[in-house]
Antibody, heavy 121, light 107 residues
Framework: EVHLVESGGGLVQSGGSLTLSCAASGFTFRSYSMNWVRQAPGKGLEWISY?????????YYANSVKGRFTISRDDARNSLYLQMNSLRDEDTAVYYC?????????????WGQGVPVTVSS | DIQMTQSPSSLSASVRDRVTITCRASQSISSDLNWYQQKPGRAPKLLIYGASTLQSGVPSRFSGSGSGTYFTLTISSLQPEDFATYYC?????????FGGGTKVEIQ
């Protein structure tokens, strides 16, 4: 069974940094592109970042996080990461890792349970 | 970026009602449209991909149609467990974008 489990969230001051992790199991992690999607309190879904399978290591970012967030993966550890720097109040959200149903086609067939990030000024 | 507009933003319906949610794209996205269901405090769940293909395990009362810029999600007979928020998402181009959501509430 596919499982994605996020960790690393919490309360951080504006301007601070945080690294989220997503532990994957139940599937061949290296064969799937992965994403981070977030949801601000009471709001809709916002895709923020994509990473391809390791052969090309292509990454994409939403404009709202470009230059501040970095996505990475460690296939040996079956793990996905999101390094978040220069955090702002508007980054407060639940962050989900999500698997692409097909490599390089960005739609999400499995999601983690989400991890909350609160940025306080 | 491609803008996705859902309507209505919310609706009230009764069990066994037929419900239709609309999603419009700001430009043609072929059939690269996906639908998700989200219940409070839970992660979204993929219902339909490619505009009309049911994800494995999703009940057949859910169906999707459309292409180009106009898409619909239909629930043929609403069940108690279907009360949730539904989102469309385009996978035609990067960045992938979501609609604002449609909350389906009990009448």
């Amino acid at each position: 069974e596919v499982h994605l489990v996020e960790s690393g969230g919490g309360l951080v001051q504006s301007g601070g940094s945080l690294t989220l992790s997503c532990a994957a199991s139940g599937f061949t992690f290296r064969s799937y592109s992965m994403n981070w999607v977030r949801q601000a309190p009471g709001k809709g879904l916002e895709w923020i970042s994509y990473i391809s399978i390791s052969g090309s290591k292509t990454t994409y970012y939403a404009n709202s996080v470009k230059g501040r967030f970095t996505i990475s993966r460690d296939d040996a550890r079956n793990s996905l990461y999101l390094q978040m720097n220069s955090l702002r109040d508007e980054d407060t959200a639940v962050y989900y890792c999500a698997r692409d149903r097909l490599p390089a086609v960005i739609h999400f067939d499995y999601w983690g349970q989400g991890v909350p990030v609160t940025v306080s000024s | 970026d491609i803008q996705m507009t859902q309507s209505p933003s919310s609706l009230s319906a009764s069990v066994r009602d037929r419900v239709t949610i609309t999603c419009r794209a700001s430009q043609s996205i072929s059939s690269d449209l996906n639908w998700y269901q989200q219940k409070p405090g839970r992660a979204p769940k993929l219902l339909i991909y490619g505009a009309s293909t049911l994800q494995s395990g999703v009940p057949s009362r859910f169906s999707g149609s459309g292409s180009g810029t106009y898409f619909t999600l239909t629930i043929s007979s609403l069940q108690p467990e279907d009360f949730a928020t539904y989102y469309c998402q385009q996978s035609y181009t990067t960045p992938p974008t979501f609609g604002g959501g449609t909350k389906v509430e009990i009448q």
